[in-house]
């Protein structure tokens, strides 16, 4: 969802045949033109002439495309903090569209291109897991299908409790949050892949329960059982509203299955996903 944004320089359409044409329209008013499109559009515009190659560049236009928490944002992923003093809002907007990561790299946000919304993702180091420091029950085990190149691997215990928590300033708006969640241990053998689904089991007796709480006083939960072994699961937490901006929202979220009459395992964790609540049906696109 996040990518950089190129701008050729070719001039296609810059006439000197003593008619008016594209060139003769102030660039102010082609400027006005192009914040009512999206950011990819408007770099599709800029090829046209030089004077919309001039227009946009304007700062208010691609500020206009940067959510209302950009400095805050550029904050947390720019190595230097005063560094978008000297850059133009065009440049900040193309560098918050890569993955940036933040707090010691457990963290990556970006910017959805087209709309200039928030997506965030957290790893399962960033995660407070019961047990994690005992190589009996769990495992970080390296992987290719983790954008952290590293999953949680459960091997087998009771007590399942997985929580996590982030302070961010987020737009105004709706966003959710998911866990993505495998049953079994995926590697390659022999160049094709394999899921090793030895130790799967006791996630089918009972569901599992999702939490999420924010400072703002939302509470949703959820239950579900861990199923299709071997894939990827996306498992919504919940949804939560940013209705104050330019303020900080804490959230705290978990999974957890502590039941203690039968043991769970074979359980991977990615991390967990937060992204604008109109992109749910893309989620797999994370």
């Known amino acids: 969802m996040g990518a950089g944004i190129s701008l050729s320089t070719s001039n296609k359409c810059d006439y000197d045949d003593g008619k008016p044409g594209l060139g003769d329209i102030p660039e102010s008013c082609i400027s006005r033109l192009l914040m009512n499109l999206d950011p990819p559009e408007i770099c599709q515009l800029a090829r046209v002439n030089r004077a919309f190659h001039?227009?946009?560049?304007?700062?208010?236009v691609w500020e206009s495309k940067l959510p209302q928490t950009y400095k805050f944002l550029a904050k947390k992923v720019f190595a230097q903090h005063n560094i978008i003093a000297s850059m133009t809002k065009k440049d900040i907007y193309t560098k918050l569209c890569l993955p940036n990561r933040f707090d010691a790299g457990t963290k990556e946000v970006?910017?959805?291109?087209?709309?200039?919304?928030?997506?965030?993702?957290?790893?399962?180091?960033?995660?407070?897991?019961?047990?994690?420091?005992?190589?009996?029950?769990?495992?970080?085990?390296?992987?290719?299908?983790?954008?952290?190149?590293?999953?949680?691997?459960?091997?087998?215990?009771?007590?399942?409790?997985?929580?996590?928590?982030?302070?961010?300033?987020?737009?105004?708006?709706?966003?959710?949050?998911?866990?993505r969640l495998q049953l079994g241990m995926a590697s390659k053998r022999k160049g094709r892949r394999v899921c090793n689904v030895d130790q799967v089991h006791g996630w089918d007796i009972k569901p599992v329960r999702?939490?999420?709480?924010?400072?703002?006083?939302?509470?949703?939960?959820?239950?579900?059982?861990?199923?299709?072994?071997?894939?990827?699961?996306?498992?919504?937490?919940?949804?939560?509203?940013?209705?104050?901006?330019?303020?900080?929202?804490?959230?705290?979220f978990s999974l957890a299955q502590i039941d203690c009459t039968h043991t769970?395992?074979?359980?991977?964790?990615?991390?967990?996903?937060?992204?604008?609540?109109?992109?749910?049906?893309?989620?797999?696109?994370?």
């Not at 769970?264 to 994370?286: E, V």
């Open 210 to 252: 999702f939490q999420l709480s924010t400072s703002h006083g939302h509470l949703s939960h959820s239950e579900s059982y861990l199923t299709s072994p071997g894939e990827w699961i996306h498992y919504r937490v919940g949804d939560f509203i940013v209705d104050r901006p330019n303020k900080p929202t804490k959230l705290k």
């Open 54 to 60: 001039r227009a946009s560049s304007a700062d208010f």
């Open 110 to 179: 970006w910017l959805d291109k087209w709309s200039g919304q928030i997506c965030l993702f957290m790893s399962s180091k960033s995660f407070n897991i019961t047990g994690i420091d005992d190589r009996r029950y769990w495992n970080y085990i390296p992987t290719e299908e983790s954008r952290f190149k590293s999953v949680a691997y459960l091997q087998q215990m009771w007590w399942v409790e997985v929580v996590g928590e982030l302070e961010f300033e987020f737009p105004v708006g709706s966003y959710t949050l998911f866990f």
């Open 264 to 286: 769970k395992g074979g359980l991977c964790i990615d991390g967990a996903i937060i992204c604008p609540t109109q992109f749910s049906h893309k989620i797999i696109l994370f």
